[in-house]
């Protein structure tokens, strides 16, 4: 059974730090592109931040240099390091896996597509206050 579980959400102020963590299991872990996406109240979710089975990381504008991707292999473990929160920051944050291709080679063009993320976990509650 595929499963992704995130958690580590919660209630900050602004400029307060979270970690959030995603425990995959039930699919080999090493052949997957993950990434980090969030959807706020009434919009549409979106790419925080991707890695890479390399560990290439790409960055969403709007987090660059306050949010650190991280990954632990061994523990098929995806961390999101969320630091100088903002109330724009408020959403629910879900990690989410799509399939890499050949030696492990994860697709540029489809690393913000939400489409192309096969297993999503059931996000957790992001919520900063000003």
């Known amino acids: 059974q595929v499963q992704l579980v995130e958690s580590g959400g919660g209630s900050v102020q602004s400029g307060g730090s979270l970690r959030l963590s995603c425990a995959a299991s039930?699919?080999?872990?090493?052949?997957?592109?993950m990434g980090w996406f969030r959807q706020g109240p009434g919009k549409e979710r979106e790419g925080v931040v991707y890695?890479?089975?390399?560990?290439?990381?790409d960055y969403a504008d709007s987090v660059k240099g306050r949010f650190t991707i991280s990954q632990d292999k061994a523990k098929n473990t995806l961390y999101l390091q969320m630091d100088a929160l903002k109330p724009e920051d408020t959403a629910m944050y879900y990690c989410?896996?799509?399939?890499?291709?050949?030696?492990?080679?994860?697709?540029?063009?489809?690393?913000?597509?939400?489409?192309?993320?096969?297993?999503w976990g059931q996000g957790t509650q992001v919520t900063v206050s000003s």
């Open positions: 989410g896996a799509r399939s890499a291709g050949y030696a492990g080679y994860c697709s540029l063009a489809s690393r913000a597509r939400v489409d192309k993320y096969k297993y």
């Open positions: 039930g699919f080999n872990y090493s052949s997957y592109c």
């Open positions: 890695i890479d089975g390399d560990g290439t990381t």
